[in-house]
T-cell receptor, first 115, second 111 residues
Framework: DTGVSQDPRHKITKRGQNVTFRCDPI?????LYWYRQTLGQGPEFLTY????????KSRLLSDRFSAERPKGSFSTLEIQRTEQGDSAMYLC?????????????FGPGTRLTVT | RKEVEQDPGPFNVPEGATVAFNCTYS??????FFWYRQDCRKEPKLLMS???SGNEDGRFTAQLNRASQYISLLIRDSKLSDSATYLC????????????FGSGTQLTVLP
């Protein structure tokens, strides 16, 4: 499978615990994005990497959130001291320039439930 | 005001019907436009990019009106498998080109 993969697919955690998600992008894609989606809404942008550099962060990304892409390949998203409001689907996407467009392809997501 | 606005629906149409979705965006600096499709509890999947001149892909036609900041998607001869949520998406200029999504329009095609 050459698509974007994410692990785990589901995570249930208790409030206050830390969680870490992993994303493996399509191998030739140098751009990687994290989004968050809650029920009934479209995904919302969290952060963006070009290779290993984190170039943009949304105001949604509070101090409890940190993302890394240490070697410009896979990425991790960590949430510290989880809150019930963090319950959502966390989506990773990767892209490369194709015919003038940066078309983004999404992984299956990690569904987080904070109890 | 949301940056990308869509009619949430739901749209319930019979098989074979033609259905149209509309979307407006507020940022005049928006640069690229897409329609994504999302099945229940799945990830969004790119349906088609939207070009200034309009474009067609089989039963799907997308139109862009930059002056009115309006995007549309037309589905002809709808199939049961077209049932999904359709997300209107824009990007603005800048290095990140992050996607800004509408809330989606839910379509159910009925037998």
């Amino acid at each position: 499978d050459t698509g974007v993969s994410q692990d785990p697919r589901h995570k249930i955690t208790k409030r206050g615990q830390n969680v870490t998600f992993r994303c493996d992008p399509i191998s030739e894609h140098n751009r990687l994005y994290w989004y968050r989606q809650t029920l009934g809404q479209g995904p919302e942008f969290l952060t963006y990497f070009q290779n290993e550099a984190q170039l943009e962060k949304s105001r949604l990304l509070s101090d409890r959130f940190s993302a890394e892409r240490p070697k410009g390949s896979f990425s991790t998203l960590e949430i510290q001291r989880t809150e019930q409001g963090d319950s959502a689907m966390y989506l990773c996407a990767s892209s490369a320039r194709t015919g003038g467009f940066y078309e983004q392809y999404f992984g299956p997501g990690t569904r987080l439930t904070v109890t | 005001r949301k940056e990308v606005e869509q009619d949430p629906g739901p749209f319930n149409v019979p098989e074979g019907a033609t259905v149209a979705f509309n979307c407006t965006y507020s940022n005049s600096a928006s640069q690229s436009f897409f329609w994504y499709r999302q099945d229940c509890r799945k990830e969004p999947k790119l349906l088609m990019s939207v070009y200034s001149s309009g474009n067609e892909d089989g039963r799907f036609t997308a139109q862009l009106n930059r002056a009115s900041q309006y995007i549309s998607l037309l589905i002809r001869d709808s199939k049961l498998s077209d049932s999904a949520t359709y997300l209107c998406v824009v990007t603005v200029s800048g290095s990140a080109r992050q996607l800004t999504f509408g809330s989606g329009t839910q379509l159910t095609v009925l037998p």
